[in-house]
């Protein structure tokens, strides 16, 4: 028998009837032969309003009773669903991340799964029943319970999906799939009908919200393919790393570009006057690692032969910002820098596509483009299937909607639809 993962997200168990229309596509996956296990999130914005509660008693909750408290969320909504289940005929049980076997390290708050067990969730299958999961969490060697981040319940659902070798994992949202942009910032934005692995990580790594990052990286080392849907409809939603041949679409010719991602959460930090020698990057952006942050773009400016200085300008996490720079204060005198400076009012915005790697004249275009709408481009990077340009903040949905056009990307077809809550 076929057994398919299906993962709700919170604004598809938002209330009772809403996790009574989910019990229902439940119920007819299952009627329609299939093994079903579910992974679900919290109820609508639950995860927030507990991170609110613990921030009312104290402003440095304790990791471990912060985990604690927010798999409390998955917990009620993994029970009211198995409770709707069984209310509509089918056997459901749930299942906390611990009891299902999901093990992981021991970061709090972010913590990484290391391995599966899924053993009461195969024979809960075996017996004809619905195995609901807890998403989002799972326990440490030290037996502490403990949370994979926001957004983890996707990665819990493909981590379970690969455990119990299922046929697809199906994650259903608010949205009908992915879309080669943020539909809020691109209303011509249209919904793609199937995408790789690598393209979907470099979207999701480069500020498109569509599937925590950690569950596009184990989906694609574990082979399992992503069926992204709407909960609200029964279309088909976008296939990730699907092997696409047997479907409609095969006749068409493979897009160039993927999609447009933007990022609005980084910040640009420049350290002015770094002697041109050899070491010094290495002892700047061990301090920089030392902080904790994420560098994304490196630029180093040729050095003024007068001065042997150059400058180097890199972008992080904003909210890396403060740490990063208190860091390089305090080791300036070894670094022996003029200046530092911070600026957040940056924005990124990225064009992906597997098909640049045989099409040149995909940045031509994509600097054109920028050009055209009048945009001034601070710093690139690329990948071999992505272009990043940094722009700032002010004009990114401007730079999103040229470059969107340039490569012919807009539908002329119906707008995406978002039929409620935050298109997670
Ligand atoms: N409930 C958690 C969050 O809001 C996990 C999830 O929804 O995937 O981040
Ligand atoms: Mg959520």
Redesign the pocket.
């Known amino acids: 028998m076929p057994l398919v993962v299906q993962k709700f ?3 598809s168990v938002a209330d009772a009837t809403s996790i009574k229309r989910v019990a229902k596509r439940i119920v007819e996956t299952k009627e329609a032969g299939n093994d079903v296990v579910v992974v679900v ?2 109820m609508g914005d639950t ?1 927030d309003e507990l991170l609110d509660l613990a921030a009312s008693v104290t402003a440095k909750p304790a990791e471990r009773e912060l985990d604690i408290l927010l798999t409390a969320g998955e917990r009620i909504s993994m029970a009211i669903l198995a409770m709707a289940i069984s209310e509509l005929g089918v056997p459901a049980r749930s299942y906390t991340g611990q009891q299902a076997g999901v093990l992981t390290d021991a970061a709090h708050g972010k913590a990484s799964i290391v391995g599966v067990v899924p053993e009461r969730i195969a024979r809960t299958i075996q017996d004809g029943g619905v195995a609901i999961v807890a998403g989002f969490q799972g326990v440490s060697e030290t037996q502490d319970v403990t949370t994979l981040g ?2 983890g ?1 996707d990665t819990t659902a493909v981590a379970l999906a690969a455990a119990l070798n299922a046929d697809v994992c199906e994650i259903y949202t608010d949205v009908d799939g992915l879309f080669t942009a943020d539909p809020r910032i691109v209303p011509s934005a249209r919904q793609i009908t199937s995408i790789t692995s690598e393209e979907t990580l470099e979207m999701a790594a480069h500020g498109a919200k569509i599937l925590h990052l950690r569950a596009v990286e184990y989906a694609r080392r574990y082979g399992v393919p992503i069926h992204v849907r709407s909960s609200f409809s029964s279309k088909r939603g976008t296939w990730i790393g699907h092997d696409d041949s047997q479907s409609e679409e095969s006749s068409m010719e493979d897009p160039i570009i993927a999609g447009v991602a933007h990022d609005r959460s980084q910040g640009k930090i420049t350290v002015i006057g770094v002697p041109d020698v050899p070491g010094a990057a290495a002892r700047l952006f061990a301090v920089v690692a030392g902080a904790g942050a994420n560098v994304d773009m490196i630029v180093q400016n040729v050095s003024s032969a007068a001065t042997g200085l150059t400058d180097i300008s890199f972008t992080l996490p904003e909210a890396d910002g403060e740490a990063t720079i208190a860091a390089l204060r305090a080791a300036a005198g070894d670094l022996g820098y003029a200046d530092l400076r911070y600026d957040d009012q940056i924005g990124k915005v990225s064009l992906v596509g597997a098909g640049m790697r045989s099409h040149p004249g995909v940045s031509a275009k994509l600097f054109n483009a920028l050009f055209d709408a009048g945009i001034n481009i601070e710093m690139i990077s690329t990948s071999e299937i992505r272009i990043s340009v940094v722009t700032r903040a002010d004009v990114l949905d401007d730079a999103v909607r040229a470059v969107h056009t340039a490569f012919d990307l807009d539908s002329s077809e119906s707008e995406a639809v978002v039929y409620g809550g935050t298109g ?1």
């Open positions: 997200g919170g604004s999130s919290a995860t926001r957004g319940s997670r």
